[in-house]
């Protein structure tokens, strides 16, 4: 196991539902990450996080919306989602600011959580 | 716009052989390339990191190129092994400043017994 989990596995909901993604770090890791990846696509960043502060968010919908109340948690709250948005959803995490160079740089992923939007 | 191309064919080799996967970007200068590999169902794992003043990289039975030039990583598997298929991604990286990952969509690397 990489150190990071995420919940639930799989989920499947409505177009007008609402749910949560959960993520956890247990590697002690001050920033953290939601990819979106799609079939036949490549990874897309979506929201990073530092030391709780949001550093980026890639355009992503407003109808996905990120929480991390600590470093070791993240969130990602969906709401009114389209069929398109069905994927893996992947979280992440790296030592952004001790250790090696190359400890900095990489990510821990968790094992994903696959959605289906009916 | 930035652009990562991988084999989008799988790639199939006998076993013991040395597989090789390409990894070309267009339109930006990465600092550094890393190389991920994931597996059916699971989220990629890291495998080695490159910085672009660094040609080749190594870690076991794996080797990492990277020729700024032509804007071309090459990765290498020697002595491949049915518990290397999986799919292998590449993902470039800007220099400080950003947390801009870039990911390939992956090559899937079958190793046939």
Known sequence: ?118 | SQKIEQNSEALNIQEGKTATLTCNYTNYSPAYLQWYRQDPGRGPVFLLLIRENEKEKRKERLKVTFDTTLKQSLFHITASQPADSATYLCAPRRGSGTYKYIFGTGTRLKVLA
């Open chain 1, 1 to 118: 196991e990489t150190g990071v989990t995420q919940t639930p596995r799989h989920l499947v909901m409505g177009m007008t539902n609402k749910k949560s993604l959960k993520c956890e770090q247990h590697l002690g890791h001050n920033a953290m990450y939601w990819y979106k990846q799609s079939a036949k696509k490549p990874l897309e960043l979506m929201f990073v996080y530092n030391f709780k502060e949001q550093t980026e968010n890639n355009s992503v919908p407003s109808r996905f919306s990120p929480e991390c109340p600590n470093s070791s948690h993240l969130f990602l709250h969906l709401h009114t989602l389209q069929p398109e948005d069905s994927a893996l959803y992947l979280c992440a995490s790296s030592q952004d600011r001790a250790g090696t160079w190359e400890a900095q740089e990489t990510q821990y992923f968790g094992p994903g959580t696959r959605l289906l939007v009916l």
